[in-house]
Nanobody, 115 residues
Framework: QVQFVESGGGSVQSGGSLRLSCAAS????????LAWYRQAPEKQREFVAL???????NYADSVKGRFTISRDNNNNLMNLQMNNLKPEDTAVYYC?????????WGQGTQVTVAS
């Protein structure tokens, strides 16, 4: 059974930094493009960033230049370094494959940015 587990969230002041991690179990994802998503209160889940197996990356315009996605294929891990956080980054952050699989959604990790 495939499972993604997100961690590293927390509460920070505007301008602060956090590093999120995503651990995958139940399958090997070294050859699969992976992505981070987020869902703010009363909003739909949205794309944040993706990374291919060859480590090509792409970002939502709202986080470009502030967030950096990376992966460790040997350990089935993916990270999201978030710098210069803004209140509008407040959301629950999830990881999944690109073209996300509904059964793969984990519990997410809460990020709260105070102004």
């Amino acid at each position: 059974q495939v499972q993604f587990v997100e961690s590293g969230g927390g509460s920070v002041q505007s301008g602060g930094s956090l590093r999120l991690s995503c651990a995958a179990s139940g399958s090997t994802f070294s050859g699969v493009p992976l992505a981070w998503y987020r869902q703010a209160p009363e909003k739909q889940r949205e794309f944040v960033a993706l990374i291919t197996s060859g480590e090509i990356t792409n970002y939502a315009d709202s986080v470009k230049g502030r967030f950096t996605i990376s992966r460790d294929n040997n350990n089935n891990l993916m990270n999201l370094q978030m710098n210069n956080l803004k209140p509008e980054d407040t959301a629950v952050y999830y990881c999944n494959t690109v073209a996300p699989k509904p059964l793969y959604w984990g519990q997410g990790t809460q990020v709260t940015v105070a102004s």
